[in-house]
DNA sequence: ATAAGATGTAATAATGATAGTTACATCAAA
DNA sequence: TTTGATGTAACTATCATTATTACATCTTAT
């Protein structure tokens, strides 16, 4: 099981906002025709990151702006905001396991330490990645690249 | 996006063999029983933990004997044997951003390297963790609790 | 040999999440 | 009050997971 793409397209929101955001008024149609996807999942979206405090949206007149600095925004924010994974809730249990078998009576206690354990590993990662740190990359990039 | 329960199906089976491997023929319609999961869906688990060489699956007479010491088997082992998560492939990217537009063009490529960054953090966990030291878990557990 | 008990696997269905699409109510400003 | 945008409901298509039935195949014991 793969994460979702809402997670890609936050990120890529994000960047638009930021490369554009001085010139145009960044809209949900505008980010449709960046991102290649379907504006009504673009706002949809664009709900959570709100609903998360990172973004402002602009009911009516439209367009919208980052909340925070950009280096006050981690990966792990955009992923909590778009993606509901709960606190040990990463890898899907098996649900009822059998509890006559000493087995499935103490799989799910003993595993699941483990399995949080993982799981802030990974989210400790996510949190350590700012938006900040990803528009360095990409100037780097651009820089590089002559481009 | 969760990961799915084939993963601590797996570690169920495992479980079961070091437990009951001793006493009993352990076949897929005993693991079926433990861990309350179709008996199809059992073979097909045991089947990929096969090809990985992490198990011994006895064609004809039936049965399961685990293939390394638990010890030199970690989570990633049989994370992979499980779930086909290939190398920065655990985030879906959204397929086709717009190469028209400059952030577009490049958000793939930046990004890449940070997906993986979290891939690598979220597997190196897992390595991190055998089968010997779940016994050991196990072992702690049962004892704290008298059982 | 063959019967018994197990694995391997194909085929089908149910379920749930993702993603696309149309349609429309609502909102703010010109 | 018109315009252009957001917010959302409703419906659909697609895909992965999981369950289930059915059966060919394999190994051992009788």
Redesign the interface.
């Known amino acids: ?5 809402r ?3 936050a ?2 929101i994000f ?2 906002i930021d ?2 955001g001085d010139t145009c008024k960044v809209t949900s149609d505008f980010l449709a ?5 379907n504006p009504v999942i673009i706002r949809k979206i664009l709900g959570q990151l709100k609903k998360a405090g990172l973004i402002e949206v602009a009911r009516g007149t439209g367009g919208t702006t980052v909340a925070k600095p950009l280096g006050e925004i981690s ?1 792990l924010d955009v992923y909590h905001a778009v ?1 509901c ?1 709960g606190k040990g ?10 509890t006559n ?4 009576r ?2 799910h ?3 699941d ?3 949080l ?2 799981q802030n ?2 989210e ?3 949190a350590s ?1 700012t938006l900040a ?2 528009k360095k ?2 100037e780097k ?2 820089d590089e690249n002559n ?1």
Do not use: K, W
Not at 1 to 5: A, F, G, N, T, V
């Open positions: 099981m793969r994460i979702s793409s997670f890609t397209i990120i890529h960047a638009c490369t554009f025709g960046s991102t290649n996807v990966f993606e994974v809730d990463l890898f899907h249990f098996h649900e009822n396991p059998n078998c000493p087995v499935g103490n799989i206690h003993i595993l330490d483990r399995l354990q993982v590993a990974m400790e990662e996510l990645i740190d990803l990359d990409t990039y651009l481009l």
